[in-house]
T-cell receptor
């Protein structure tokens, strides 16, 4: 899992509640990403950040929000507006941005957080 | 629509046997394609990356191929081990488009 940590590993949320997933990296990477993984589907990009204080929506940003106040941290908030939030969430980082650039640098993933809405 | 499709969805083989996993992509423009291994409940780990100009690349018992004309890639695993049981995912990097993966189970 490289130098990326995610917490908690398991998270339970009641309907109507917001919840924040933590992602920290000590790889000194500029770019960070959040993905959602559902059974039978490929990873889908929620948000990504190229640099501190900058982030962009991915393919499925509705119902999610992020912040990038520090280089090493990229927390994801799952809001009550996300209609089907139960999923496995993966955070990743790379030296520089890969989205739209086709770079060769590797994207390192954290261990993931499994979110379940009760 | 840019897509990455993998086959088969799942595969069961006996320890010591070889297998080949397929990845077809329609992503354009295409720059490179990466293969990942993902253990259950863990994050993916990179196995190899293929550029459009490369045909074959090996990483130990893993050999990836790429045919840019037919837009197909394959991952060949030789002499499988129990620890190879995992999901194998390909991704077209330029678009960050991930396939759904092939779930490989290696049985003793």
């Amino acid at each position: 899992d490289g130098g990326i940590t995610q917490s908690p590993k398991y998270l339970f949320r009641k309907e109507g509640q917001n919840v924040t997933l933590s992602c920290e990296q000590n790889l000194n990477h500029d770019a960070m990403y959040w993905y959602r993984q559902d059974p039978g589907q490929g990873l889908r990009l929620i948000y990504y950040s190229q640099i501190v204080n900058d982030f962009q929506k991915g393919d499925i940003a509705e119902g999610y929000s992020v912040s990038r106040e520090k280089k090493e941290s990229f927390p994801l908030t799952v809001t009550s507006a996300q209609k089907n939030p139960t999923a496995f969430y993966l955070c990743a980082s790379s030296i520089d941005l890969l989205v739209g650039t086709g770079g060769f640098n590797e994207q390192f993933f954290g261990p993931g957080t499994r979110l379940t809405v009760l | 629509k840019n897509q990455v499709e993998q086959s088969p969805q799942s595969l069961i083989i006996l320890e010591g046997k070889n297998c080949t996993l397929q990845c077809n992509y329609t992503v354009s423009p295409f720059s490179n394609l990466r293969w990942y291994k993902q253990d259950t409940g863990r994050g993916p780990v990179s196995l190899t990356i293929m550029t459009f100009s490369e045909n074959t690349k090996s990483n130990g018992r893993y050999t990836a191929t790429l045919d840019a004309d037919t837009k197909q890639s394959s991952l060949h695993i030789t002499a499988s081990q129990l620890s190879d049981s995992a999901s194998y995912i390909c991704v077209a990097v330029n678009d960050m488009r991930f396939g759904a993966g092939t779930r490989l189970t290696v049985k003793p």
